[in-house]
């Protein structure tokens, strides 16, 4: 999409301030955010590196849990305690990830 139109907008100091707060919380750059307002959205706070490393851990444990079912469905046994183990660890991170990232949500009209 070509954007080629501009705007110009005068701020307060306060104004600029808590919009420039506002846009760190996110990552993106003023314009993104700006952009994402107006399309409805309320733009979601970067996802911090603890997140990240609960997705890494999610990753892992989803691994885990895929060659546990793999070697039932080969064998016809799974070991009750690995699986039990992992599934905790996954509901865990999965709550940890639920408390910590919200997604962009629509805004009301």
Known sequence: MKRNKEIKVRLSLIELENLNKCVKKTGLSREEYI???????????????????????????????????????????????????NCSELEKNVQLILNNVTEPTRMEK
Request: aromatic letters at 6%; charged letters at 25%.
């Open 35 to 85: 952009r994402t307002l107006i399309s409805g959205y309320v733009p979601a706070p970067r996802i911090s590196d603890d997140v990240k490393e609960i997705i890494k851990q999610l990753r892992m444990i989803g691994n885990n849990l895929n060659q546990i079912a793999v070697i039932g469905y080969k064998t016809g046994t799974i070991d009750i305690l690995k699986y039990k183990r």
